[in-house]
């Protein structure tokens, strides 16, 4: 479907094969088709109409999409009513599908948004996003209005998050669900033995 020599790209199936087997590991993840282009591009661009072809062209000559490809077209938004220990905001749509795809909010027990606002609450608030001045204007707002909020993000000028594999996008996730989980144990027991209220050095 795809010949090297017909674009500088040099993509082939075997290449679009391979970046599918590398994002889904051992079949243990879902990607987007916005993820599968970005790894299929890191060693040059895309051929015209990459997309489409995939859509479209790739089902006719293998018989499905390839393995693990979710259809992001009309991904239904991530339930935010529910019981949630963090509210994830991920601006980023293929990063957000993604995390729907693989279950993050019943794996975590998190609400996920794709942008806005979260959800009210008091649960603390994770910004999957670019390092950029707008995740710092996100965070500053949030942490104006009383919510704690952090920003889960790669180290500037790295890699982008649509490049990361659904594997490391699932486990930043979850390490920073289980270090807030411990900073709010630790506040509680603090706090219940009032040592966020010691007495003033001459009461």
Do not use: K
């Not at 391979?18 to 088709?33: F, I, N, S, V």
């Not at 591009?41 to 015209?48: D, E, H, Q, W, Y």
């Not at 979260?118 to 603390?124: C, E, S």
């Not at 996100?138 to 998050?161: F, I, K, Q, W």
């Amino acid at each position: 479907m795809f010949e090297p020599h017909d674009h500088a790209s040099r993509i082939s199936d075997v290449r679009v094969t391979r970046a599918a087997e590398w994002l889904r590991g051992h079949d243990r993840y879902r990607y987007t088709l916005g993820q599968l282009a970005a790894a299929v591009s890191r060693r040059g661009g895309l051929p015209p109409g990459f997309h489409d072809l995939i859509r479209s062209r790739w089902p006719e000559v293998y018989g499905s999409l390839p393995a693990g490809l979710v259809d992001d077209v009309d991904r239904p938004t991530s339930p935010v009513d529910r019981p949630a220990t963090a509210h994830v905001v991920c601006p980023d749509r293929d990063v957000f599908v993604c995390l729907l795809a693989n279950d993050v909010p019943d794996r975590l027990s998190v609400a996920v948004v794709h942008d806005g606002d979260p959800p009210p609450g008091r649960q603390p608030v994770l910004v999957l996003d670019e390092p950029s001045g707008r995740l710092r204007a996100r965070l500053a707002a949030l942490r104006a209005s009383g919510r704690r909020a952090l920003a889960v993000t790669p180290s500037p000028g790295s890699t982008t998050l649509v490049r990361l594999r659904p594997s490391t996008l699932v486990g930043w996730l979850d390490l920073a669900v289980a270090a807030e989980a411990r900073f709010r144990a630790g506040a509680r027991r603090a706090a219940a033995v009032d040592f966020l209220n010691w007495p003033a050095p001459d009461a």
